[in-house]
């Protein structure tokens, strides 16, 4: 054999063997990494992502493999794995093999959380505190720089700040002392190692500090810390007896999900990154009796702002996809809540049987559905417990209240009719259950801040929050508020909280740190929250409506009397009740009385409660 054979064999043995070699199954991720054997759903479906995956099937000694399939491409397989229930906690890696070889797939059941003190859920009897983890405090500087430095600038709006949950959890004591029981954390899924290109304001790019732009829906950004993180900081919560609230987004992925390129299935998003319709926000119609499909799917269809991949719910494996992540999430950390991100952009039939399966397994947990809206008949139709026009119920336990949120930046923060407040809570007949339904508020990290308002002053603020806190539904204080802290669009209305972060010149976490006005308003919102914590009628549905003029309204909660004057001058108010006590806001004096009632002085833009 000559020289030239022996090395062409030779060449064509290595050359075949790298084909080989490449041709071998690699395994990347798995969704989700983990499960329990006494779950409601049981198989569980695995996503497995990787290379070479086409054609494969399992071998799996620990658990019952069933319904093995591969993507076209061979990047993603699917396979439902049935887990005994008597399986005890640890790993059940499962083989996943080819004609070209084999890989050992990681797979784990996890241990089940005793459900004492977990999986409460919340309610009319807690007060929510919304946080930005970014934005609150910065609690472990060693995950500031992420994994790719240069995403940190405290400068840039649209930055990271170093917030985290490290941060979080040691402000709990703060968040107890001013009368909080609940903490809504926005999202914290793992977002792009990279500045976001796709996405920019003023021709620049920006971070997704904000969690919305998921990469993994099963991890924690590195910059907030990681899932055994949360977990540690849902225990602490506890400890102190306050719940949380997780923010979790079922409509779509951030622009740089692995999915974007190389979705799992051909029907996994509605459209591609090349081609795909734009959402025309046009949300009143789902409502609309007389809307065609074609009509309402630009809102169920389109990607957000022409980037964000729309997640097709109509596709049964998304569906699974999406309904197991939230009970993992719930199952690992134990926490009490769900808000779900743009609610009305996602079919009712899939938030009905989202909603089932969060029941059937944690029949405690609630979820605050997100209606941007400032029409009450909008909200209502989204509200669950019953059917609406569409035949669906999709169940949700409550929703955002905006249309009395607008009503009272309004009232209270440009200085206009408080009969926009009055009026609004008039048409709670649109609703099955206003009080239970509902999560109050007049400000979020979707908004411009109260006090940035045209007009807003601190009397404002604090009408604002006396109504608030002794309305019915369930109140929401959004971080910053209760300090009187300014804000204009976003992102400045995510401001960092002063004294979260090394080098701040204030520390309004501490009494000591905190200006005169800051302290007035904070000890306003305290003084309330404890009054409603001690007076069950301020969390009970009844409610009469007393004096409604132009600038003055009066309603009773039980025995609880609320006199507000959005005037700027001091009024005599006259109202129908036998007597009025002390007014436990200081504010107001002695009540006398006028023939059927009683009258009493109201200064300026003030508010009593009696």
Sequence with gaps: MTRWIKLGLVTAQIVMTSIAS??????????????????????????????????????????????????????????????????????????????????????????????????????????????????????????????????????????????????????????????????????????????????????????????????????????????????????????????????????????????????????????????????????????????????????????????????????????????????????????????????????????????????????????????????ASQVSFFEGGRKQSDGVDDKVDMLFDYPLHFAMRTAFAQGRNIREVSQMLSRDHVYRDAHRSLLTLFGSHDVLRFMSEPGATLDGLKLAYTLLLTVRGTPMVYYGDEIALPGAADPDNRRDFPGGFAGDANNAFELGGRTKEQQMVWSHVQTLLKLRATRPELRAPATEHLVETDQQFVYRRGKTVVVLNNATTPVDITIPVASLGKDILGVCGTATKSGNGVTLTVPARSGCVY
């Design 22 to 375: 490449a041709q071998v199954p690699v395994i990347e991720k798995v969704d989700p990494p983990s499960w329990w054997g006494n779950s409601s759903i049981n198989p569980v479906r695995l996503l497995i992502h990787g290379k070479n995956l086409r054609g494969a099937t399992f071998v799996c000694p620990k658990v019952t493999c069933t319904g093995a399939r591969t993507s076209a491409n061979g990047t993603y397989a699917f396979v439902d794995v049935s887990i005994p229930k008597t399986a005890r906690p640890g790993s059940y890696p499962l083989t996943l093999k080819t004609a070209a070889g084999s890989a050992s797939v990681p797979f784990s059941v996890a241990p089940t959380l005793p459900s004492a003190g977990r999986f409460q859920g919340f309610g009319v009897d807690d007060a929510v505190y919304l946080i930005m983890p970014d934005r609150f405090a910065n609690g472990d500087a060693s995950n500031d720089n992420g994994i790719v430095p240069g995403m940190l600038d405290r400068a840039k709006g649209r930055y990271y700040h170093g917030g985290d949950l490290a941060g979080v959890q040691q402000k709990l004591p703060y968040l107890k002392s001013l009368g909080i029981t609940a903490i809504w954390l926005n999202p914290l899924y793992d977002n792009a190692n990279r500045l976001n290109e796709k996405e920019k304001y003023d021709g620049l790019p920006i971070t997704d500090y904000h969690g919305y732009g998921a990469v993994d829906f099963y991890n924690v950004d590195e910059h907030f810390g990681s899932v055994s993180q949360f977990k540690q900081l849902v225990d602490a919560a506890h400890a102190q007896g306050i719940k949380i609230i997780l923010d979790m987004v079922a409509n779509h992925t951030g622009p740089y999900h692995p999915w974007a390129t190389n979705p799992p299935t051909p029907t996994w998003f509605h459209g591609t990154v090349d081609k795909h319709p734009n959402n025309s926000w046009q949300t009143w119609t789902i409502a609309d009796p007389y809307a065609s499909a074609e009509l309402k799917r630009p809102t169920l269809d389109g990607w957000f702002i022409d980037i964000l991949p729309d997640l097709n719910q109509d596709d049964p494996d998304v569906a699974r996809y999406i309904i197991q992540n939230t009970l993992w999430w719930i199952g690992v950390s134990g926490m009490d809540g769900v808000r779900q991100d743009t609610w009305p952009y996602v079919p009712r039939t899939f938030w009905r049987d989202w909603m089932t399966a969060i029941k059937r397994e944690y029949p405690k947990v609630r979820v605050v559905g997100e209606v941007l809206d400032g029409d």
